[in-house]
């Protein structure tokens, strides 16, 4: 089957920017999760989605963070406007319910500048 | 927060000898699971245990965990060069936000 598809793979933006990623999950998975990966630390949860509705976003900094899932497939995470600590690789994962495992996607390592 | 913690942060040894990598984590959980990341890429789910089992294997891999004292332990036997990577242990709460919490890894380094 696919993968969990991502992109851009890389972005380098100057602070005070504006950001978005973009995240296919597998097909037939209702839970999406976004995750920051700060270099040298453990993946962080920034929201998740059960098909189209949010779930948990009680981590995502919503003042500069958005995410939207339509249609209950794909996802974009939104960054505006930038701060130079949001430098990390942002993952996107799916699920067909917690009692599974994740497949993550690659990841786009975002460098703000 | 992170709810899962390495230990060890790092671990070298050499190709051929076993790796053991320990979890501790503080809530119930519903299950804990492994994951591996290599430079620069996403996490590859290894393994999943569940609250009500005591150990699991997969190939190479044997997980095992101890709720009583809210521990997990991932031992790969007969490590290669491949197993290079971070690993990482991440707790589900279950329940609806049950989006998994990872500790922060611990780093393997096979030396050949």
């Known amino acids: 089957e696919a993968g969990v598809a991502q992109s851009p793979r890389y972005k380098i933006i100057e602070k005070r920017q504006s950001v978005a990623f973009w995240c296919n999950p597998i097909?037939?998975?209702?839970?999406l999760y976004w995750y920051q990966q700060i270099l040298g630390q453990g993946p962080k949860l920034l929201i998740q989605f059960q098909n189209n509705g949010v779930v948990d976003d009680s981590q995502l900094p919503k003042d500069r963070f958005s995410a939207e899932r339509l249609k209950g497939v794909d996802s974009t995470l939104k960054i505006q406007p930038a701060k130079l600590e949001d430098s990390a690789v942002y993952l996107c994962?799916?699920?067909?319910?917690?009692?599974?495992?994740?497949?993550f996607g690659s990841g786009t390592r975002l460098t703000v500048v | 927060s992170q709810q899962g913690e390495e230990d060890p942060q790092a671990l070298s040894i050499q190709e051929g000898e076993n790796a053991t990598m320990n979890c501790s984590y503080k809530?119930?959980?519903?299950?804990l699971q492994w994951y591996r990341q290599n430079s620069g890429r996403g996490l590859v789910h290894l393994i999943l245990i569940r609250s009500n089992e005591r150990e699991k294997h997969s190939g190479r891999l044997r997980v095992t965990l101890d709720t009583s004292k809210k521990s997990s332990s991932l031992l790969i036997t007969a490590s290669r060069a491949a197993d290079t990577a971070s690993y990482f242990c991440?707790?589900?709460?279950?329940?609806?936000?049950?989006?998994?919490?990872f500790g922060k890894g611990t780093h393997l380094i096979i030396q050949p």
């Open positions: 809530t119930s959980i519903n299950n």
């Open positions: 097909s037939g998975h209702a839970t």
């Open positions: 994962a799916s699920s067909p319910t917690y009692q599974y495992g994740y497949t």
């Open positions: 991440a707790t589900a709460l279950g329940g609806g936000a049950d989006g998994l919490t």
